[in-house]
């Protein structure tokens, strides 16, 4: 990465010797006549992340950012102008059928030992980094009862057992009114299994059902599940209750106290860093995400990776134009062909909605500099890093094994969030440009944003400032580093994040393709 630094003088960064665009750093922008000093003088106002030519570009030709195709040029562009969205035509994706595959599969890095956090070990062998009771449903005809039931739990029991951080009530839109056998329903079904079987829960979820809906409580907890305690009662059906309401909090409740005391008997112990299962997201994507943090979290997840952690990165569309790149990094043919299922699967399902990738950017990442979602992939994938790429998981899965994993889900936010917890993340990482309030009840989340102006305005919503990267005051392998230590802080509880310390906390968001009926 290039940067023309000078604190006084319009600054630009250049990505690859390739570019034939650069990025504006300044706050405000640069004017018209404004000169870089490499020479480069703009023709136009171009505002802050947006994208200056440094050659005249012909009508037809290519325009260049991280050393790939992002668009052709509809009309000539001057040096020194500003390259807008219209202006592009949006190159067709890969075809799937011409991937190299596992064609550059990267070497090993060397172990990197010696480095714990404080967790919560479960019966399962997994780790949690919070000690949580989760409270799930078969139904959203629940959620309602649930939620008065837990504003309880918390006020009167909650106190009572100061080693047991929240109660969470996992609530969600699915279970009737749904086609519970139709092709695609095994996704929200096992997203509402797995989440109840989410680390930072302990083993100790229960369950509230209706009774006469589609999904039934046997489809959410297994018998034979050695991840979840089913030795003491776990289920409680409403339309079991026999005085109403009342009785209905009170039983609920009854049950939570059982749950309350094992996990307040539960203490951190010093676990390696191999048993953190990090997730990674962005949302308000702009172009510095490319930039600062989004490659300060892939040389952060190259470390996880290194000390043998789980690390998770996700979001079909904003891989998809990028997919050539990562089949060539797959470890083996097995996990190339599995990224390829994926993105075909996704391709499908998107042509049946009559929509492709081109709708996934949002007015926000073209207000931000990114001009179409091939821009926004390259800059995407950059969080997964350098290492080869170790597995493949398809929406709401558990992840089983370690190393660099891709978690197959939609792009959006909340989604994306609901089927990583459903894997067993532990620990949640979230980059963004244009800020969003985002937080996640079942997990801790660090807010990582691209610009040092955010995270001046939002000083009490963003945890890390990658925009010193642009401003030239920190390498991306420092913030890298940086990031390492600050996951093990808020994995030990060292540290709470902003979103925890506000109690910010996004809705449970299933991923249902198949109909409703």
Known sequence: ?????????????????????????????VAEGSAFPD????????????????????????????????????QPLRKGSWVQEH????????????????????????????????????????????????????????????????????????????????????????????AINARDAYIPIRTVRNLSRNPNLGGEAL??????????????????????????????????????????????MELAEVRLKKLDQRRRETVPASELILGMQCGGSDAFSGITANPALGYAADLLVRAGATVMFSENTEVRDAIYMLTARAENMEV??????????????????????????????????????????????????????????????RVDRKGLIFCATPASDFVCGTLQLAAGMNLHVFTTGRGTPYGLAMTPVVKVCTRTELAKRWHDLIDIDAGRV???????????????????????????????????????VLFNPAPIT
């Not at 319009?10 to 405000?28: A, C, K, S, W």
């Not at 075909?344 to 500099?369: C, F, H, I, M, V």
Request: aromatic share 6%.
């Open 1 to 29: 990465m290039q940067l023309i630094e000078h604190s006084d003088s319009p600054r630009y960064v250049r990505l690859h010797e390739d570019d034939n665009v650069v990025v504006v750093v300044n706050d405000q922008g």
């Open 39 to 74: 020479g480069l003088v703009t023709v136009e106002g171009v505002p802050q992340s947006h994208k200056v030519a440094t050659v005249d570009i012909p009508e037809g030709a290519e325009v260049r950012r991280y050393g790939q195709v992002i668009g052709y040029a509809n």
């Open 87 to 178: 202006q592009l035509r949006m190159p067709t994706a890969p075809a799937l059928d011409s991937l190299p595959m596992s064609t550059a599969v990267p070497a090993p890095l060397p172990p990197l030992e010696g480095y714990t956090f404080e967790g919560y070990r479960n019966a399962d062998g997994t780790v949690g980094t919070r000690n949580i009771l989760g409270i799930t449903t078969t139904v959203q005809c629940v959620t309602g009862v649930l939620e008065h039931a837990v504003k309880r739990i918390r006020q009167e029991l909650l106190p009572r057992y100061p080693n047991v951080d929240d109660v969470v009530a996992l609530t969600h839109s699915y279970g009737c009114g749904v």
């Open 207 to 252: 369950v509230i059902s209706l009774g006469c809906e589609k999904l039934q409580a046997g489809q959410v907890m297994h018998e034979d599940d050695p991840s979840v305690d089913l030795s003491d009662p776990w289920l409680y059906r409403l339309q079991d209750a026999g005085q109403g309401f009342g009785e209905m909090i009170e039983q609920i």
């Open 336 to 397: 190339a062909n599995a990224l390829v299922r994926e993105m075909d699967w996704y391709d499908q399902y998107l042509e049946r909605g009559a929509a492709d990738r081109s709708a996934n950017t949002t007015p926000g990442n073209k207000k931000g500099g990114l001009s179409n979602i091939v821009e926004k992939a390259l800059g995407s994938i950059v969080k997964s890093g350098s290492s080869a790429i170790n597995g493949v998981i398809g929406p709401g899965e």
């Open 470 to 508: 642009a401003t030239g005051r920190m390498s991306i392998e420092e913030l890298g580093w940086e990031l390492f230590h600050y996951y093990l802080d808020v994995a030990s509880g060292r540290k709470q994040t902003w979103a925890e310390q506000h109690r910010l906390h996004n809705d449970i």
